[in-house]
């Protein structure tokens, strides 16, 4: 039975004039969403974490200090004596290191501490700190879920289609695609009701949860002949991961809140339904069946029949649960999220496949969430990261930080507004809708029964973000992360006129999801961006290999002694000829720009910006030369070869590899493993002065180092690039 939540007397609900009529509806009464507050909970009282090094890893006795604490170093011993420690876990084993912007990303130094009474966590972690072999060490922060309250109820997804055109033209994109199996949604929350009907399939539910299918990701490999064996199959260290994970452990009562009977505080396990309902919310906003006669619509979420189905062929809602509820004192039952748990979760999508992750909840740079993200991202992932709730520009630390491929989403209403609620600021990514948001919900007080609510927050703003990024991913898996970014962000609807107080602050505009889907070609594929240092001056090359609506070009460049950057405006299209674009061209071209104002003693570094005909500016870069005394302007350079790093790196499977003649040369280019075995010979023949570049695709090759060598004549010069999938 579906009954939604909070709509009288009701029978029959239409969602979308192209989907089936809702079910009947029986519910008769009125069921509030309670409001979350906003912001930071406080730390774990008795726990913390710390990072060690690779020696000190070395010499632990890592069984010791799982069962007690004590792990045969001294220093870390006497510590952990001193304030009765208890454990000390080591948290991921079995991790890969991972290269992040040029950084080694290692999370296997990480150890979780646990102590018999409560302790200063901060207080503590300044001790550990000064521990040598400790590298780092951070408290665990809880932060609430993005939700606010909501007692305004509407009779269709406004979000998904409107008349006056404020929504995401969900039905127009679904002309062309509607999500792909591909494609997998890490939806980091409360857990996901998973055996909803709209999310698992028409033979899910709660008395069959193992019945689920839909939409839901289910990792086949622990289902031996159908059901979980007790095994680790397939080898993830995670026993019975059929559907996800729940990370969520030792949850106790304490600050005026306390449990709720019927919530999951408990071991971690393969069930990572939801009690709170939020999580099961996000979810449907991502990858709830469409055209399934039943519940609600997302826009990633495939194409039925009409009828109720086993299986669909939306994207994949892969169910992580990191969150859960308490009963506050203040404020009746709230949301929680620890950013240890989140940090687990981001290791395990990663890992097992995710490319989008949806994160509803506040945050702080504790419990190993910093490295974790590093390690998602370096993974090739997307974050989205709900903007937060309380009408103010001042970020939280996922929002704070500043990687390319974590997307801030602030929220707007039914009038392309900035909703009341939403936080705003130059941080916000991208916009998208979050008020009376309708979608799968979960209710614990019935809970054999599957629900649809409304409900309002930057937390239904994330997910439908998230699921339009995963549309657009759906109709090319091969895009990389950064390509489908740029494809959202060049496709948002631009609300800045209707927003002037807060113009600048909402991010490239509202999501849309049509635009994308009638050409979702990049304006400006770029083959190679360099530069050289000739006759006291910095020489910048850039070559296209395609060109969709492109004005032109804008260089910025940044000029310091140190390792700082202040990037500002040194030549435009609009003021200099030879940066104008080809507008609409397939061949390509080749620019050229020469910044002669240089000096001796700085570091010099380039952003590259193509300007579309909507204004839009999409970075390229940076690209940097150092004249800073000591800095090594080699012979590469003086000889007047180049060999330009690779573009993008990492990549996946494609890349560019670009060099510069100085005079016609016989060319040998060529890729070697880490082994030293040649993979490829991808140029073997003479060829003329100037900038040349080839594109290499490595479909077949497994992650890892590679390096490729330029011979040309008696210069020879290699350099690393990174295959990452």
């Known amino acids: 039975m579906l009954i939604r939540l909070g709509h009288l007397n009701v029978s029959l609900l239409s969602i979308l004039a192209v989907l089936q009529i809702f079910s009947p509806l029986s519910a008769q009464q009125k069921v509030q969403v309670k409001m979350n507050p906003s912001g930071f909970l406080g730390y774990v009282p008795d726990q913390i974490v710390i990072e060690l090094d690779h020696p000190t890893l070395q010499m632990m006795d890592l069984h010791s200090a799982r069962q007690s604490g004590f792990c045969g170093i ?14 000390m876990i080591q948290r991921f084993p079995d991790a890969q290191p991972k290269i992040y ?30 521990i040598p072999g400790v590298i780092d060490a951070q408290p665990i922060g809880i932060h609430f879920m993005d939700i606010i309250p909501n007692d305004r109820f509407f009779s269709d997804q406004w979000h998904l289609q409107q008349s006056s055109d404020v929504d995401i033209d969900a039905p127009e994109a679904w002309d062309f695609y509607t999500g792909n199996p591909a494609i997998i949604v890490g939806i980091l929350d409360t857990g996901v009701r ?23 990701w289910i990792n086949n490999t622990e289902l031996v002949g159908g059901i979980p064996n007790g095994n680790d199959d397939d080898g993830n260290s995670y026993i019975d991961d059929w559907i996800g994970w729940d990370f969520v452990t ?37 990858g709830a069946i469409n055209n399934n006669g039943y519940a609600s619509a997302a826009v990633a979420g495939g194409w039925g029949d009409g009828t109720l189905q086993i299986n669909a062929d939306g994207v994949r809602i892969m169910a992580l649960r990191i969150g859960y509820s308490m009963r506050s004192s203040l404020y009746g039952e709230v949301g929680l999220v620890r950013m240890d748990f989140a940090a687990e979760a981001l290791y395990y999508a990663a890992n097992n496949g995710a490319r989008i992750v949806s994160c509803s909840w506040g945050s702080s740079g504790t419990g190993i969430l910093p490295a974790a993200i590093d390690y998602f991202l370096a993974s090739g992932g997307l974050i989205f990261k709900s903007a937060g709730n309380s009408n103010v520009s001042t970020p939280d630390y996922i929002c704070g930080r500043t990687d390319d491929n974590i997307i801030s989403v602030a929220a ?61 991913w759906s109709t090319n898996p091969n895009l990389t992360a950064a390509e489908v970014r740029t494809i959202l962000f060049n496709n948002a609807d631009d609300i800045d006129l209707l927003n002037p107080a807060y113009s600048g602050r909402l991010g490239a505009g509202r999501v849309n999801a049509h635009g994308p889907l009638l050409d979702p070609s990049l304006p400006v594929e770029l083959a190679s961006f360099t530069a ?38 040194i030549a435009s299209y609009l003021y200099h000829p030879v940066l104008q674009g080809s507008g609409n061209s397939n061949t390509g071209r080749e620019y050229f720009f020469i910044d002669m104002d240089v000096s001796a003693g700085y570091l010099y570094s380039y952003l590259l910006y193509d300007v579309d005909m909507n204004g839009v500016r999409t970075a390229h870069g940076p690209v940097s030369i150092d004249l800073r005394e000591g800095s090594a302007l080699n012979g590469e350079i003086s000889s007047g070869f180049t ?47 100037g900038l040349h570049s080839v594109r290499w695709d490595a479909p077949y090759l497994p992650s890892g180092i590679y390096y490729y060598s330029l011979e040309v004549g008696n210069f020879v010069e290699t350099k690393k690039m990174i295959l990452m999938r």
Not at 74 to 85: M, T
Not at 107 to 121: T, Y
């Open 250 to 286: 030792g949850i106790s009562s304490g600050g005026g809140y306390t449990k709720i009977n019927g919530e999951d505080y408990d071991a971690p396990d393969n069930d990572p339904s939801d009690f709170n309902g939020h999580g099961t919310h996000c979810a449907g906003n991502v």
């Open 643 to 689: 060999l330009n790093q690779n573009y993008p790196n990492p990549f996946n499977p494609k890349t560019v590899i670009s060099w510069h003649l100085a005079t016609d040369s016989p060319v040998k280019l060529s890729v070697y493993n880490m082994l030293g075995e040649k993979v490829a010979t991808l140029v073997n023949k003479k060829q003329n002065t």
């Open 74 to 87: 001294e220093l870390l011993d006497l510590l952990g004596d001193q304030f009765n420690i208890t454990s």
């Open 194 to 216: 998973y055996y909803h009907k709209d999310l698992g399939g028409a033979t899910a539910s709660y008395s069959t949860p193992l019945n689920s299918r839909g939409n839901m």
């Open 412 to 472: 707007t209403d039914t009038f392309d507004l900035k909703a009341d609620f939403s936080n705003y600021g130059t941080w916000v990514d991208i916009s998208a809708p979050g008020t009376n948001i309708l979608s799968s919900y979960h209710l614990h007080s019935d809970p054999q029964n599957d629900y649809v609510a409304e409900i309002s927050g930057t937390s239904m703003a994330a997910p439908i973000a998230a699921g339009t990024a995963a549309l657009i």
């Open 101 to 130: 912007k040029d950084r080694l990303i290692n999370l296997r130094g990480w150890f979780k501490l646990s102590f018999e009474q409560a302790i200063d966590p901060e207080g503590l972690c300044e001790q550990y700190i000064r």
């Open 532 to 569: 050289r240092y000739d006759s006291d001056a910095i020489h910048l090359a850039w070559r296209t290999f395609s060109e969709i609506n492109n004005l032109g070009f804008e260089i910025t460049r940044s000029q310091s002694q140190d390792e700082s950057e202040n990037y500002k405006l």
